[in-house]
Nanobody
Framework: QVQLVESGGGLVQAGGSLRLSCAAS????????MGWFRQAPGKERDFVAA????????YSADFVKGRFTISRDNTKNTVYLQMNSLKPEDTAVYYC???????????????????WGQGTQVTVSS
């Protein structure tokens, strides 16, 4: 089993920045990837960014490119999402997720992920 704990959400003005963290514990030695998704009220859960646990490959949704950066610290089993130039439309609950075993979907797909965090609220005021 793997546990994921997000932190770093909050209220920020448009144009501001936040850094989300996701700490993984438990059976994390064979991770394939970790990712961030977000879900606004009444909407589907959308892919934001993902990073493979080995190598340097990262993936980002078009709507965050140039503003959000995903990174990881393998020694801490932690993934970060640095969010800059935040917009009101970025308001959502942000979820961290982990791929323990690759299943053949893209890391952009929620179906590839095995474990999810509880979510952290990000609110951007105009």
């Amino acid at each position: 089993q793997v546990q994921l704990v997000e932190s770093g959400g909050g209220l920020v003005q448009a144009g501001g920045s936040l850094r989300l963290s996701c700490a993984a514990s438990g059976r994390t030695f064979s991770n394939y990837a970790m990712g961030w998704f977000r879900q606004a009220p009444g909407k589907e859960r959308d892919f934001v960014a993902a990073i493979l646990w080995s190598g340097n490959a990262t993936y980002s949704a078009d709507f965050v490119k140039g503003r959000f950066t995903i990174s990881r610290d393998n020694t801490k089993n932690t993934v970060y999402l640095q969010m800059n130039s935040l917009k009101p439309e970025d308001t959502a609950v942000y979820y961290c997720a982990l791929v323990a075993q690759k299943k053949g979907h893209s890391v952009l797909s929620i179906y590839e992920y095995d474990y999810w965090g509880q979510g952290t609220q990000v609110t951007v005021s105009s």
